[in-house]
């Protein structure tokens, strides 16, 4: 576990702006939820990987505490075990097979499924 | 003492019909906790989307005595907000600003509805709830409400029940009531103890366009007790806060005593709003800054202001960094993680001088110990009227 993530005292002040949280209203869904479960060691991928780590929280966090790259590092733990999500899983697939996310496409052609994290 | 319990299968299944439930493990992990460093245990988590779903989920929650914990936006700085071998009902999706009359300034909102979220909305008609905590940003209004929250402000504006015109909300046996006049405070300030609000009408205000300031520096607390009561009658007055030397050394003032005082007028010297916001923005600074550097604990405790000076003089002898908002006698002194026995110490001297243990944090779980016995019995009594099975936050507050 991250050193900076004991930083974390869950005051909340990152909720307000997480898009992610904004949409689902899921506190699990959000920055202080995922400092929960990286606090506590549980890597939960769902909880992990819908984090769009544009950083929002980071500049309300009282404690300066970067979470984009705690969850980073997390992701790469669970690639490590490989319990990462599927369609990340895919998306990886995709790239080393067809170098593109999106799997065998035509030029021009819209992809039927999009694999991102 | 609430005892540990678990859910069985069928009482999963009926609480999945009303609306989205999970009992897994990391949101089970997750609502065990609010911004306080109380960790408790959620049995499950529920998010109703509407107060029909609430009466559903409280009647079965009553039926089999299922505790449950409400929440909003899971602020609390006490443990009130965190599953406590309770099932937490997230209000927050409960999020929608429902009427607004521009012409009575009044709005009806439910419970989910973010402060700023409402203030965003309101700036558009020069209105405002002028209630603001320091967790405007995160905090939702049915907590605002079942904490009484207060905020900067409060000299001018006061409380949140000061603003509360009714409410709604579902009692455990699964009936609605609308709460008004002198029945609004069984409900505002209980901690979510005797009922769920489900939508909220509100007084506004409309915005101040002048303010001004005065940023002054005192060596000793008593010149600050005497500027306070000096100043303290002039209604255009809309804030007194204050900041200790020990808290000004660690956000890098020069180690004084402070106060801001603001005006709804033009009698303060510093009347440029660059300048004001600047001022504003050291004060709020406090906070953070002092997370920041491991004084995490925060405490709220209210003392009266003919008894300030004496508690002031115990902050400086323990050098306790402290800030707050001094005009109404509540102030934030905060403490180390290691200093649980200071804490009680201080606690201890709230009690000698006639103060209160929390202005406007609330008791959650983590005062329960040094609520006095006047208190309890005034909660068990509508204990008995509202919850007689003690479903509602049972172990909490009482």
């Known amino acids: 576990m991250s050193k900076d993530i004991k930083k974390c005292v869950l005051c909340g002040m990152c909720k307000g702006v997480c898009p992610v949280l904004k949409i689902l209203l899921e506190e699990t869904q959000g920055p202080r939820g995922r400092a929960i479960l990286i606090k506590n060691n549980f890597l939960e991928k769902e909880a992990i990987y819908n984090c769009t780590l544009c950083k929002a929280c980071e500049f309300s966090c009282p404690a300066k505490i970067n979470l984009s790259e705690i969850i980073i590092k997390a992701r790469e733990e669970l690639v490590k075990k490989g319990n990462e999500t599927k369609a990340n899983k895919k998306m990886i697939e995709n790239i080393r097979k067809y170098g593109n996310p999106y799997g065998k496409i035509k030029k021009g052609e819209i992809p039927k499924e999009l694999y991102c994290c | 003492m609430n005892n540990e319990k678990n859910l069985n299968e069928k009482t999963i299944q009926e609480l999945k019909k009303i609306c989205k439930f999970s009992n897994n493990k990391k949101d089970c992990l997750v609502y065990s906790f609010d911004a306080s460093e109380f960790k408790g245990k959620a049995l499950g988590v529920a998010w109703p989307e509407n107060p029909e779903q609430v009466k559903k989920l409280l009647k079965i929650c009553n039926k089999y005595r299922i505790p449950i914990t409400p929440r909003g936006g899971g602020t609390s700085l ?37 402060l700023d979220n409402l203030n965003s909305l309101l700036k558009k008609f020069d209105l405002i709830f002028p209630v603001i905590p320091a967790s405007h940003k995160t905090c939702e209004i049915g907590g605002m409400i079942s904490t009484n929250a207060a905020g900067e402000r409060a000299i001018k504006y006061g409380k949140t029940i000061d603003w509360i015109k009714s409410l709604e909300v579902y009692l455990p046996n699964g009936k609605k009531i609308k709460a008004k006049n002198n029945k609004i405070k069984d409900f505002a300030g209980k901690e979510g103890l005797n009922g769920i609000i489900t939508k909220a009408e509100l007084r506004l205000k409309e915005k101040t366009r002048t303010r001004s300031l005065n940023f002054l520096k005192f060596e000793k607390n008593e010149e600050i007790i005497k500027k306070i009561k000096e100043i303290i009658k002039n209604k255009n007055i809309s804030a007194i ?29 510093i009347k440029s709003k660059k300048k004001i916001e600047k001022i504003w923005k050291i004060r709020e600074s406090c906070g953070p800054v002092l997370t920041q550097k491991g004084w995490i604990i925060m405490e709220d405790p209210k003392i009266p202001l003919k008894k300030m000076n004496n508690f002031l003089n115990f902050l400086e002898k323990n050098k306790i960094p402290c800030f707050g908002h001094i005009g109404i006698g509540i102030l934030h002194p905060r403490f180390q993680l290691n200093q649980k026995e200071l804490v009680k110490k201080m606690f201890k001297k709230v009690k000698k001088l006639g103060g ?32 007689p099975y003690n479903i509602l936050n049972e172990g909490k507050v009482i």
């Open chain 2, 241 to 269: 806060e204050f900041i200790n030397p020990y808290c000004a050394e660690l956000i890098n003032l020069e180690a004084k005593n402070y106060l801001i005082i603001e005006y709804e007028s033009k009698e303060g010297e």
């Open chain 2, 78 to 114: 006490t443990g009130g907000s965190a599953g406590f071998n309770s099932i937490v009902i997230d209000l927050s999706k409960m999020n929608k600003i429902i009427s607004l009359n521009k012409e009575k300034k009044v709005v009806i909102v439910e419970p989910g509805v973010v």
């Open chain 2, 356 to 387: 209160e243990i929390s202005g406007e944090h609330g008791i959650g779980i983590t005062k329960k110990e040094f609520l006095n016995k006047k208190m309890i019995e005034n909660f068990k009594k509508m204990k008995k009227i509202y919850d």
